[in-house]
């Protein structure tokens, strides 16, 4: 790589740099303290800093596939993830009713956009298909429970299931 | 990422979500999710895209266009992937800075957007530190136990069987244990605000990425190593190198002469690191520091470990670095070089065999047969004193640039025969039965005919050795001999070759190396005859199987055995024209070693561009834009 100093004063190139270098911090530090929302690529590192209060229940998604249930010690960690990471999307949407709040906050401009905002598709054949091509075989009856958990004396102690997808 | 499913075609996904990112926001808002669900096709074309861009980059000699295009893509890829199936960006921002620093065709802006993007990765760990101190989680003695809870309840649901999970659940029981590593992760974190205001601790804050994301991985079970590509920033040093060679020797510095003047010649700066005894003894007639001005000499001091001076040697920003010596340390060598990728470096071999061979017989055996892939791997320029030695270098290791250059340059005055003076035979090196065999020399002396003129014998080097004393009782009964015990001064060593009419090398062809290796003279090792012969125009007595290249050969007298050696001497000894003769020829022959016939020579070993007035590091510029010229 050639240099191809245009004649300029280096300084004035650093000066440019170092702007651009600060101008980026301020932004991010700036989308740090917004705390809720985050702006590509300006992102948060605050991974578990909020202060946990002990959790009454535990929810746990137990995935069936042909009668067999997937455990995690099977499974490679990233895979693993995989597999949990669309039920607790799913689940999120059902909460959230489809963002529901966060439409609401775009006021009109929802209106305009709401076609391309509003989800439409279906999540328990998708997940179905998904799983098979992850598993690496079609997958014949998935079956999907939430699984609702105590920490009891050093183990979980099962308090609750709940039919959530049976496909 | 393809073996684990999570390319856009193998998830393929009908739903997306959203984030509270306002990015992703605008992304899902253009449609473009939309369209991609209806049309599942577009998945495939944009993992097609996501290889085929940066290969495509790569391959066009990484033009400015594709790099953008690239960068852009993979962005927009990195905000598709979390809004179809969460994919957090944070791990991967840097994929998307990193590439800029080589989209920009100016020295000085790479050096600045890879001075930001380190900048950056210090601020990942230092904000999530900032964070867990300043919501207070730090503080909340139970924090770590309820994070593990939560994090590991499916884990902890099944049998728990595993010596891990039971590990986890152990210290969910006991928050104070959990909340020591939460703490400890903090601390570790925090500790990046370092880099912040120095680079030196720059090694050991990557040591700490290392292991926070292996802990991150062990403790959490999240995998974070795409995070680490942010290290580079903490291993490459691209502030500007100061345009100097260090040069490093230790014990053959006979052999330094030639490089440090093209050292001189080519570098507006030299730095010659070097032991005490080398020091005083670089230079015969003059001192170092009046022979080399230009050059800065470093000597080791008294007590100083090679390790500390080595790191000494490290620690100085220069573009290049020579190794004339590499007989030790070789694995702290090659470690260190590792560590500074971008420091061009050449080194002498002084014996071919012995840097490819892979002895295992003791422990320095070992750490040296693991230390010699990991440096031809680092040192693509190579020195030899023979062009057969660059030759056969260059054939065990194609890919090598392997370049020849004397020990010396020729600079001796024409030459004068001085009929006053005895008859001189000098043999310069320490008397080694290993190294040369002294068969004919005692039957030559056995046999010196008493008319001829006497003959003054000088064995140059250290013959204190019981086989060296043997072997001077024998031949001072026959002719008169003068000889040393220990290590010759320079100066005299220089002025016994000057003074010689003849030097004899009855060297042993093939000998034994200094790790036990076969070597084989003037093939895969350079005798000092070669440095010794430029120090004057003398010809010079060798067996017959030892071949020197031209310009040498004028100078070399072979011999097959006693006879033909007697023969050789008595000539010499009795013809003052053919001896003056001859000398006149070498004198011509050896005008061929000057400076300016291995200019080209010393750039090719040194990567430097002859076109530029002071060259161009052109091996350097490749991965480190940021060199000053």
């Known amino acids: 790589m050639k240099s191809q100093d245009s004649g300029r004063p280096l300084s004035r190139h650093k000066l440019q740099a170092k702007r651009w270098l600060i101008g980026f911090f301020i932004l991010q530090i700036g989308f740090d303290l917004a705390h809720s929302v985050t702006a590509f690529p300006f992102v948060h590192y605050g991974m578990f800093s909020q202060s946990f209060p002990h959790p009454d229940t535990l929810t746990v998604f137990r995935v069936s596939v042909d009668g067999e249930t997937l455990r995690p010690e099977d499974f490679a960690v990233y895979r693993w993830d995989m597999v949990q990471g669309p039920l607790g999307a799913a689940e999120k949407r059902a909460v959230t009713n489809d963002f529901a709040g966060d439409k609401k906050r775009l006021g009109s401009l929802y209106n305009r956009l709401r076609p391309n905002l509003d989800n439409t598709g279906d999540f328990a054949p998708w997940y179905k298909g998904y799983l098979g091509r992850l598993l690496g075989h079609p997958v014949g009856v998935l079956k999907v429970d939430k699984l609702r958990y105590r920490w009891t004396d050093g183990r979980m102690v099962l308090i609750q299931t709940e039919n959530w997808i049976y496909a | 990422m393809i073996r684990q499913g999570r390319l856009l075609s193998q998830v393929r ?141 499916e884990l902890l649901s099944g049998d728990c069987s595993g010596w891990l999970c039971r590990a986890y659940a152990w210290l969910i029981d006991r928050p104070f244990m959990a909340q020591l590593f939460y703490i400890s992760g903090v601390l570790v974190e925090a500790a990046f605000v370092v880099g912040v205001f120095t680079r030196r601790y720059d090694r050991l804050l990557l040591g700490l990425a290392v292991l926070f994301v292996v802990a991150d991985l062990l403790v959490m079970r999240i995998p974070y190593w795409t995070l680490l590509l942010g290290c580079v920033t903490l291993w490459l040093d691209t502030r500007p190198r100061q345009r100097a060679i260090v040069v490093y020797e230790t014990t053959h510095h006979e052999n330094l002469p030639a490089l440090l003047d093209c050292c001189e010649m080519r570098f507006p700066r030299v730095v010659v690191f070097l032991r005490e005894g080398s020091f005083a003894n670089l230079s015969g007639g003059q001192s170092p520091a009046a022979r080399w001005p230009a050059t800065e000499f470093v000597v080791q001091a008294p007590g100083e470990s090679n390790r500390r001076f080595i790191r000494r040697l490290l620690r100085f920003p220069c573009s290049h670095l020579h190794l004339a010596t590499l007989d030790n340390n070789l694995w702290l060598w090659a470690l260190r070089l590792i560590a500074a990728p971008d420091l061009q470096v050449s080194v002498t071999v002084h014996e071919v065999n012995a840097f490819f061979t892979r002895p295992l017989g003791s422990l320095r055996d070992v750490t040296e047969t693991l230390a010699k892939p990991l440096l031809r791997l680092r040192v693509r320029h190579y020195h030899f004193f023979l062009p057969a030695m660059a030759q056969r270098f260059a054939k065990m290791m194609p890919r090598a640039v392997t370049v020849f250059l004397p020990s010396r340059f020729y600079g001796a005055a024409a030459p004068v025969v001085d009929e006053t003076r005895p008859f001189t035979i000098v043999i310069p090196g320490s008397v ?157 022959a050896f005008g061929y070693f000057s400076r300016e016939h291995f200019a080209a020579a010393f750039d090719r070993l040194t990567a430097l561009d002859p076109k530029g007035e002071e060259g161009a590091a052109d091996a350097i510029d490749a991965v480190h834009p940021g060199v000053q010229k």
């Open chain 2, 13 to 153: 996904p009908v739903l997306w979500n959203f984030n509270r990112d306002l990015t992703e926001l605008a992304v899902i808002a253009s449609g473009l999710p939309r369209w991609m669900i209806a049309h599942p096709g577009s998945f495939l074309l944009f993992d097609v895209l996501l290889f085929a861009l940066p290969l495509a980059w790569l391959m066009s000699g990484l033009r400015r266009w594709l790099g953008v295009a690239f960068v852009c893509f993979l962005a927009l890829y990195l905000l598709l992937a979390d809004i179809f199936w969460q994919m957090h960006h944070e791990p991967f921002i840097l994929y998307v800075l990193l590439p800029m620093a080589l989209i920009t065709r100016r020295s000085d802006r790479f050096d600045t957007i890879f001075r930001f993007c380190r900048y950056y990765f210090l601020y990942i760990f230092v904000s999530a530190a900032v964070w867990k101190i300043a919501r207070g989680a730090v503080f909340n003695g139970d924090e770590m136990s309820r994070i593990l809870l939560i994090h590991h309840s």
């Open chain 2, 432 to 588: 080694d039965a290993n190294r040369r065999d002294y068969e004919p020399v005692l039957e030559v002396f056995r046999r010196w005919p008493a008319q001829l003129p006497p003959v003054q014998l000088v064995l140059l080097g250290d013959s204190g050795s019981e086989f060296g004393r043997s072997l001077v009782a024998q031949l001072q009964t026959q002719t008169k001999v003068r000889h040393y015990e220990g290590y010759i001064p320079e100066i005299t060593y220089e002025q016994e070759i000057r003074q010689a009419d003849v030097l004899w090398s009855p060297l042993r062809i093939h000998k034994t190396g200094s790790r036990h290796n076969p070597e084989i003279y003037g093939q895969t090792t350079a005798s000092g005859l070669t440095a010794d012969i430029l120090l004057n125009n003398i010809p010079a007595l060798a067996p017959e199987e030892l071949i020197l290249p031209d310009p040498f050969t004028i100078a070399l007298l072979p011999y097959r055995d006693a006879h033909e050696a007697a023969q050789r001497l008595k000539r010499l000894a009795t013809d003052d024209s053919y001896r003056i003769r001859l000398r006149q020829d070498i004198h011509r």
